[in-house]
């Protein structure tokens, strides 16, 4: 007959190792959950920073192109004028030159610039080109290209000019390589009109190496890599294919990867697709240029870390269950439990019951652990509505934008959600800035903010930059946008009437209505947005302009 104390610890050692058996085995399995998990954030996370990092730097180009062609627009007295008087022309462009060579010398990456006026009003080599030379790296003045010499179809020296006039709108141009001085360019160019007629283009050429040695730069696990291909999946930047080689016709295995690429921006999940016999997966987003950056790494390493951990777990369980099975034969050697309370217990364990319960009703260090929990869970709520707020007026941030804005790009990829962007922006600014100082164009802002909340008051407004803010129409007030549209001028006038003349607002605004047909990405829809802003700021700087010609 065996004693109680054998019975004891065969029975404490059968709940030892079922225990480790289902803890090991629910660890193994939550380790492959979290780290698949992980691998998922871990390259969409790279994926997102670096197409944020990408972003900034086209933004901060496309703002440049932006501020000299609002410019030449406001210096330009009349188009009948650049038609038929060669002195003003000259006089015109002189005045163009010292702003245009100083945006272009405060541009990363900037190498040439240029204002180019309509060849069919004007001389064929009239406006401005300046560019640094491969010998000092200085921007030097160059004779503009002649259009007398080529067709408007030839795209390979006239193309930059006439594409973007075709579109109508500011257009990023395919990279080249100039062969003067042996550096591969991409170009960003605003077409120019006033009173609906073409006066021009102005332009921007970039050196794109420093968009490619960002991609270059990009690595994650031992191997992985980073691309850059255009929107129709054309390799612009790959460590094996060189600039415009299409994706697919590359390696017919690639073909997959083309149409993921061309079907719009990943999501949560990563892509898995096989490359020369190696399984691998990717994660890809749209830069605001309509490229596509792409990250990609074998499936054998993401799954390294997976697998290291579940050998760790496989090597503790066997360390712990072995040190359990010697601690329990010397503990029941020496300590004798009531038989209920171990019968009890077994039942607990056997049951699977091994969670412990932190509450505030005990007065020892569990007590304490658990107020303390509470406490780090409201600090760290209160962060996280720190990092989600525009400190200046309290409405949403641009990380709740950015937040947003991949919560509409999974609703578009799995319905056709109706919405609309609205994007405002503050008149001025920087004018009452330089007038009166930044406390006073705080204000402003302020004011601003006020009259947009109170008019979208059942809407998100987000604050993406300094004057720049934007709203996003859903349900009711997406179904009444034109009342809205027009109760906001009214606020804004309304506001206007009993503020001094210093302290008054004026907003630009654009909209666009989500388009399943044509928007592939919620950046699409705020392009357009974006561009009907600028289009009525310059609309309302013209009637402005009017006005005091008038007066």
Not at 157 to 170: E, Q, S
Request: glycine letters at 6%; charged letters at 20%; proline letters at 3%.
């Amino acid at each position: 007959m065996k004693s109680i104390q054998t019975k004891f610890i065969v029975l404490i050692l059968g709940c030892i190792l079922l225990s480790s058996s289902v803890i090991g085995g629910a660890g193994i399995l939550n380790a492959k959950h979290v780290v698949d998990e992980d691998s998922v954030k871990i390259m969409n996370l790279m994926c997102k920073e670096k197409t944020q990092e990408i972003n900034a730097l086209l933004s901060r180009i496309q703002q440049s192109v932006k501020t000299l062609a609002v410019y030449s627009i406001e210096q330009l007295e009349s188009v009948e004028r650049l038609k038929t008087d060669s002195e003003y022309i000259n006089a015109y462009t002189q005045k163009l030159e010292a702003v245009a060579v100083n945006a272009a010398s405060n541009t990363e990456g900037a190498m040439a610039v240029y204002v180019r006026f309509n060849p069919e009003f004007t001389p064929p080599t009239s406006g401005l080109f300046w560019s640094k030379t491969a010998l000092d790296g200085s921007f030097r003045q160059h004779l503009p290209t002649d259009f007398s010499r080529f067709s408007p179809e030839d795209t390979e020296h006239v193309g930059w000019y006439y594409i973007p006039i075709r579109n109508g709108k500011a257009t990023w141009m395919h990279p080249y390589l100039n062969k003067n001085i042996n550096v591969q360019m991409i170009s960003f160019v605003i077409p120019l009109y006033m009173n609906n007629q073409t006066v021009g283009v102005v332009g921007m050429d970039i050196d794109f190496s420093v968009i490619t040695d960002i991609v270059k730069g990009m690595r994650v696990y031992q191997n992985g890599y980073a691309f850059l291909t255009d929107k129709a999946a054309n390799i612009m930047c790959h460590r094996e294919f060189g600039l415009g080689t299409p994706l697919d016709s590359a390696d017919g295995a690639l073909r997959p990867v083309a149409l993921e690429i061309q079907n719009g921006t990943s999501g949560s999940s990563l892509f898995s697709y096989t490359w020369r016999g190696e399984d691998k997966k990717m994660a890809f987003r749209t830069l605001s240029n309509g490229m596509k950056l792409a990250i990609t790494s074998p499936v054998s390493e993401i799954n390294a870390a997976r697998n290291n951990l579940t050998l760790q777990i496989s090597v503790a369980l066997i360390v712990i269950a072995t040190f359990s099975v010697l601690l329990t034969v010397i503990m029941t050697r020496r300590l004798t439990r009531p038989l209920r309370e171990l019968n009890e217990a077994a039942k607990k364990i056997a049951a699977g019951d091994l969670s412990v319960c932190l509450t505030q009703q005990t007065k020892d260090e569990v007590g304490t652990l658990a107020e303390s929990f509470q406490h780090l869970q409201k600090y760290i709520s209160y962060i996280n509505g720190l990092a989600y707020r525009d400190a200046l007026t309290g409405v949403k941030n641009k990380t709740a934008y950015q937040d947003t804005e991949s919560r509409f790009e999974e609703e578009m990829r799995q319905g056709k959600p109706e919405f609309a962007v609205v994007v405002l922006d503050i008149n001025g600014l920087k004018k009452v800035n330089d007038t009166y100082g930044h406390d006073f164009g705080d204000m402003l802002i302020i004011s601003a903010c006020r009259l947009i909340c109170k008019t979208f008051q059942h809407s998100p407004v987000y604050r993406i930059g300094g004057d720049e803010f934007v709203v996003i129409l859903e349900k009711s007030d997406f179904d009444h946008y034109p009342e809205l549209l027009e109760k906001l001028q009214k606020e804004i006038d309304g506001y206007n009437r009993n503020a001094r003349a210093d302290t008054q607002v004026s907003i630009a605004r654009g909209i666009a209505i989500y388009n399943s047909e044509t928007d592939l990405v919620f950046a699409n829809v705020f392009k357009r947005a974006d561009d009907a802003m600028y289009q009525n700021k310059a609309a309302m700087k013209e009637r402005r302009r009017q006005q005091e010609s008038s007066a």
